[in-house]
């Protein structure tokens, strides 16, 4: 595996060391530390966010951004006033999927682990699934990935999460789990996420197919 150090991938990315570093923590790009206790990232993860991150203005807010995936999704959106509802819909009009990715970047925090096989299944029962555990063929041209767990929970929730299931940190592992305010979102007994959140989370995939399916379904929601 091909690995840069955080000076190349700041100068790549057009930010300062500090906010690669801070890229880094969000899980954004795969990274390790080298014997000198120094970070080196993942070349072809970096050029991937080089590719995913136009220079779009400022990200939104988290409760933006969950609105205006739930709105995208078809569901009411009842934590905005009218006139944020109405500047939102604006906004959205004038987006294209690349745009919203990068406006929606701060809805989540990625965290990334290896976990047993025979944890999976009892793992994807206990998160709200997305991305890749949420696919369908209908939607995405893509079944479920089975081998994978890519889900969100409570902020709160991910150091029992982590207990129980034995999950290790691991950049490339099988298990994705994003933490989000969940018990301020009208989540209730949903087993999976909105069509729009799923279908962003698919279109930060390093996987091209993936990405490409997610990218297809945000253009079609925002048309």
Do not use: K
């Not at 944020?84 to 745009?99: N, T, W």
């Not at 369908?136 to 767990?149: C, E, I, N, Y």
């Amino acid at each position: 595996m091909t690995q840069v150090t955080t000076a190349e991938a700041a100068e790549r990315l057009g930010i300062s060391q500090r906010q690669v570093q801070r890229v880094i923590a969000r899980g954004d790009l795969p990274a390790n530390r080298t014997a000198g206790d120094a970070w080196v990232v993942d070349a072809l993860a970096l050029n991937a966010l080089v590719r995913a991150r136009p220079d779009r203005g400022r990200p939104w807010a988290p409760g933006t951004s969950w609105a205006a995936l739930w709105r995208l999704s078809g569901l009411e959106v009842d934590w905005l006033d009218r006139r944020s509802a109405s500047r939102l819909a604006g906004r959205l009009a004038s987006l294209d999927a690349e745009g919203l990715l990068h406006a929606a970047r701060r809805r989540a925090t990625v965290h990334r682990f290896r976990a047993s096989d025979s944890f999976l299944e009892s793992l994807a029962a206990a998160v709200v699934r997305t991305g890749t555990s949420a696919m369908t063929p209908s939607t995405f041209g893509l079944a479920r990935d089975t081998a994978h767990v890519d889900g969100y929970c409570d902020e709160g929730a991910l150091a029992g999460l982590v207990r129980e299931f034995h999950l290790v940190e691991d950049f490339r592992g099988n298990v994705t789990l994003r933490t989000a305010p969940l018990r301020s979102l009208p989540i209730g007994d949903r087993d999976e996420m909105p069509r729009a959140v799923v279908a962003a989370d698919l279109a930060e995939s390093l996987e091209v197919r993936e990405r490409s399916a997610g990218l297809r379904v945000l253009e079609g929601l925002l048309q």
